[in-house]
């Protein structure tokens, strides 16, 4: 096994990468040269991603994982240092959304969707953490580890009618946000931790969220969308891979000093 750095060739692994942003992510980074651990929970998934980047000529492995269990996320830092050597950048990526207005909601939907969100990115961190400070730096005044959490523009203030019906999801955004710079301040100067917040991004969450909060308003199927779309100030939808570029950024030497942010990266949708 090779322990040592290899800058041309860093090890990233993404959660709940097997569609939507995270596979998006994984596809990037395969391209800039970066090996992959794929996961998600559907170990079908994670496989058909990592298969797709092994054949545009990636090194990618698929590592199942339920980010809400502590032994997943050991095991999958532990699948990426067994198989590249090392870690360098956690993407803390799997999340899950509900649409469901504030009076109805039981513990139930608090408690599922907290422990993904929430305690996943979590654990998912801390697992990545325990890993990078055992390895030595990617070069002379880099950090042994980057980690990247995706918030949302949700976890902001406002956020307009919606957050009425989607509670759970803000508030545990608005904790990833704050996880960030705690995190941040733990693990300085030897990892750096910082989080992105997309804005409407076209996965099947947007998708989801379309059908479920036009039923509640009696609204056909892509006409919460189609409004939503024409709010922001880029003109259209989100893609994965405008999330991309902020990633790789976040994962580069560039962005070695940069730790405990949150950044908007939501064609202008939110401006603070
Ligand atoms: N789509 C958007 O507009 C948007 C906007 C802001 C933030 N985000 C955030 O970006 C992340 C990805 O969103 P997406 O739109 O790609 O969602 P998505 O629903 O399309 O994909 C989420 C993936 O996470 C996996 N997953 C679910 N629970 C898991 C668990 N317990 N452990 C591991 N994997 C699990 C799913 O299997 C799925 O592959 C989420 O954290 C989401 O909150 C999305």
Not at 84 to 94: E, I, K, Q, S
Request: glycine share 10%; net charge neutral.
């Amino acid at each position: 096994m090779n322990l040592d750095p290899d800058p041309a060739h860093p090890v990233v692994a993404v959660t709940g990468a097997g569609q939507g942003i995270g596979r998006g992510l994984a596809h990037a980074f395969a391209r800039a040269g970066m090996r992959v651990v794929v996961s998600d929970i559907r170990a079908d998934a994670a496989e058909a991603v990592a298969r797709e980047l092994r054949e545009a000529g990636a090194q990618a492995l698929a590592q199942a994982a339920d980010i809400g269990d502590a032994g997943d996320c050991a095991a999958l830092a532990d699948a990426a240092v067994r198989r590249f050597g090392r870690l360098d950048t956690m993407v803390c990526n799997a999340g899950l959304m509900q649409i469901r207005p504030l009076m109805e909601l039981e513990a139930s939907d608090w408690d599922r969707l907290l422990r993904v969100n929430v305690t996943g990115t979590f654990l998912s961190l801390q697992a990545a953490a325990r890993r990078m400070r055992q390895q030595e730096p990617s070069a002379p005044g880099q950090p042994r580890g980057r980690i990247i959490a995706m918030a949302s523009i949700a976890g902001r203030s406002g956020a307009g009618p919606i957050a009425g019906v989607i509670a759970p999801y803000r508030a545990s955004k608005a904790a990833v946000i704050s996880l960030v710079q705690s995190a941040a301040v733990a693990l300085a100067p030897e990892i750096t931790v910082n989080a992105i917040c997309p804005g409407l991004v076209d996965t099947d969450m947007w998708k989801r969220m379309d059908r479920d909060w036009g039923a509640l308003q009696g609204k056909a199927p892509g006409e919460i969308w189609r409004q939503r779309i024409e709010g922001i100030p880029m003109g259209r939808a989100q893609q994965p891979e405008d999330v991309a570029g902020l990633a790789l950024y976040l994962a580069s030497p560039a962005a070695a000093y940069m730790t405990g942010q949150s950044i908007n990266i939501d064609g202008g949708l939110m401006m603070n």
